[in-house]
């Protein structure tokens, strides 16, 4: 920014007189450049907060990496498990197997999903942050246990005591010729270990039972699965592994990543994140039309000093240069403090949490902030490319209309 025109620019918007009514509509002007850049930034990383949040909440229910057959349901777990052994990222595997039932507990029935899990399902997905009551124990000795998800506990009324068995029918493989309605189905019974809890839509869906007691629900080979869930190293890049994954397994497989299991959740998320964004644009946008207003006061005042600056040789190119950096240094003065405001906001949200949610539902108490340096840095280039094409818009248009001789 030349040196002159940002001198005259300084003086007119802290010049030391008395306080007037372009002073004042000034100020407003900052100020409402200021709420909108502040609510950005609260906004952005409260939509970051929650990302992550969900991220790290998706981890303990959904593994690093998930292989399952296209077309049909089970598949032996050899032709996966056998094709693994040469990729040194992968650290951990476990086989489950999936099927639909109806749940009852004390007259109460609901239809879900059970997941039969192996001894190794918790090395490979943490469940046991998720658990709200009880515990993960698939095996207390000889005896099988259910974990129960919190909607299916509220909804068959699993508040009071847990020493009752949930029963779990499916239907019986291949056509049953009968008149009893009980040989349609099989029925097993199985006492409760603990319930846990995530979102509405998982923690009402599944029940995870031992693997052994699924297959013999089911009637299902010993060998045959549904899905194997994989566990890599931390560090290691997640699209890289499954790709050595899905080259090393034929076309028959689907071979996904934590993020590809739920693209089209993370993808509204991010979409969301984007609208809201574009949103307060709009209104940052709407309120920098105040610094017409004010821009057109000051050249109005100015007058005198501009003839002044003609007189003594100055350009209407000098004249311009000096009102457009009067309004960038308008709309920069409330975007400092609209960064300094939500900023501090963020701050002592992520230190005190003092806006608390309603609910229990992302089992936080208050809303999770996050802050990125890269949603900063696009809010200060918004903000100083939206109001100079209005300075230069407004400036050019005065010149027009020879308020500047």
Not at 226 to 241: F, L, M, P, Q, R
Not at 377 to 384: A, C, E, N
Not at 388 to 405: F, R
């Amino acid at each position: 920014m030349p040196k002159l025109p940002f001198f005259f620019a300084r003086r007119y918007l802290f010049s030391a007189k008395s306080v007037s009514a372009i002073n004042i509509i000034t100020g407003i002007s900052a100020f409402t450049v200021a709420v909108p850049v502040m609510a950005m930034v609260i906004l952005l990383s409260v939509f970051n907060g929650f990302d992550g949040l969900i991220k790290s909440m998706y981890k303990n229910f959904d593994p690093d990496i998930k292989v399952t057959v296209k077309e049909g349901k089970v598949f032996d777990r050899s032709a996966v498990e056998n094709n693994l052994h040469g990729i040194p990222e992968v650290t951990g595997l476990s086989f489950v197997l999936e099927g639909n039932a109806l749940f009852e507990y004390r007259n109460n029935q609901y239809i879900g999903t059970v997941l039969g899990v192996d001894s190794l399902y918790s090395e490979v997905v943490p469940i046991e942050n998720m658990v709200v009551r009880g515990e993960f124990n698939p095996k207390f000795g000889d005896i099988d246990q259910v974990l129960v998800g919190q909607g299916i506990a509220y909804s068959l009324q699993m508040g009071g005591s847990l020493i009752e068995p949930l029963n779990i029918y499916v239907p019986r493989k291949g056509r049953v010729f009968s008149f009893m309605p009980s040989d349609f189905y099989r029925v097993r019974s199985i006492y409760l270990s603990g319930i846990y809890a995530l979102d509405n839509e998982t923690d009402g869906q599944y029940v995870i039972v031992p693997l052994d007691f699924a297959r013999e629900l089911m009637e299902v080979e010993e060998e045959k699965v549904s899905a194997v869930y994989i566990k890599i190293e931390d560090s290691t890049d997640a699209n890289k592994v499954r790709k050595k994954i899905a080259d090393k397994l034929t076309d028959e497989f689907n071979v996904q990543t934590r993020f590809q299991q739920k693209e089209s959740f993370y993808r509204i998320m991010q979409y969301e994140k984007w609208w809201i964004y574009f949103i307060i644009l709009m209104v940052l946008i709407i309120a920098s039309f105040s610094i017409i207003g004010s821009l057109t006061m000051i050249i109005i005042d100015k007058k005198k000093d501009t003839d002044t600056l003609i007189t003594l040789g100055a350009g209407k190119t000098l004249i311009r240069k000096i009102f457009i950096t009067e309004g960038m240094l308008i709309s920069c003065t409330g975007m400092i403090i609209g960064l300094i405001l939500g900023i501090t906001v963020c701050l002592l949200q992520m230190k005190f949490g003092f806006i608390e949610m309603a609910g229990e539902t992302f089992m936080v108490d208050a809303y999770p902030v996050k802050m990125k340096i890269t949603d900063i840095i696009g809010v200060v280039f918004s903000v100083i490319f939206i109001n100079y094409i209005i300075s230069v818009i407004t400036v050019n248009s005065l010149v027009k209309k020879k308020y500047i001789s």
